[in-house]
């Protein structure tokens, strides 16, 4: 006699197992045969996952450089900081480690007396000829200042576009570097980002009064930036200040 389901006495329905008995082929009831749990397929929630072997995570051209949730990376022409207020990386770069306000320090001084003392000579023999000779010549002294900022213009403006350093730089172990430059050793930073940069440094001394005091913020304004240590004449050429003695 069948049962309602159309099979013999004591046979199981069709295609079911008791739950907790062995199965057709001895396996326990809900897993294949073979012995081995049911895999889900990869990338899906519940298997491991892992980066990509050898492949160390933020390494420049990976996804996730510098990364994280809401990470944006760097506009064109700005680095990446790999430490604020000491390391910064172009994708193209290794870390780059950035000149100490120090050394930047010492590079101007070096350079203000490479222009500075042949100036203050100029200065003096003026002062000479107008007391000795022709009272109606005080005017001259007014080109004084002129002169300062044309000599800084040709001199560091042209050093810096042809090889990213004055002499003070070199002797400070400090040098000027863009994207474009950060991977080529010795090479310049370029004539549009250099005289940029000695213009927004220099111009603002020519406005009366208050030239000086604004020409001096902007020598200052490096020590604003914690994270770059660019002042506003570097940000509106998009320039770094790098160390040349760093060890990497």
Not at 21 to 28: F, N, T
Not at 41 to 64: K, T
Not at 66 to 82: K, L
Not at 159 to 172: C, E, I, P, Q, Y
């Amino acid at each position: 006699m069948t049962n309602p389901y159309g099979q013999q006495p004591g046979q199981q329905p069709y295609g079911q197992v008791p739950y907790g008995q062995p199965g057709q082929y001895g396996q326990p009831h809900g897993q294949p045969s073979g012995g081995f749990p049911a895999q889900q397929p990869y990338g899906q929630p519940g298997y491991p996952q892992s980066p990509g072997y050898g492949v160390p995570q933020g390494y420049p051209g990976q996804p996730g450089y510098g990364g994280g949730p809401g990470f944006r990376p760097p506009m064109p022409g700005q680095a990446h900081i790999v430490v604020p207020g000491s390391q910064i990386q172009f994708a193209h770069t290794p870390p780059l480690v950035l000149a100490t306000m120090g050394s930047r320090f010492l590079a101007r001084i070096v350079d203000g007396l490479i222009i500075g003392v042949p100036l203050g000579i100029l200065f003096v023999i003026l002062q000479v000829a107008v007391v000795a000779g022709d009272p109606d010549s005080w005017w001259l002294l007014f080109l004084i200042m002129p002169l300062a900022s044309i000599s800084m213009l040709v001199y560091e403006g042209t050093m810096l576009a042809t090889r990213g350093a004055t002499v003070g730089k070199d002797v400070a172990g400090v040098r000027l570097v863009t994207e474009q430059s950060a991977g080529q050793p010795g090479a310049g930073i370029g004539g549009g980002p250099a005289f940029t940069r000695l213009a927004t440094m220099v111009l603002p001394g020519l406005i009366p009064c208050i030239g000086g005091l604004v020409e001096l913020l902007v020598v200052l304004s490096p020590f604003f930036d914690e994270q770059a240590r660019q002042g506003w004449h570097d940000k509106a050429a998009k320039t770094y200040a790098i160390s040349t003695k760093a060890l990497y």
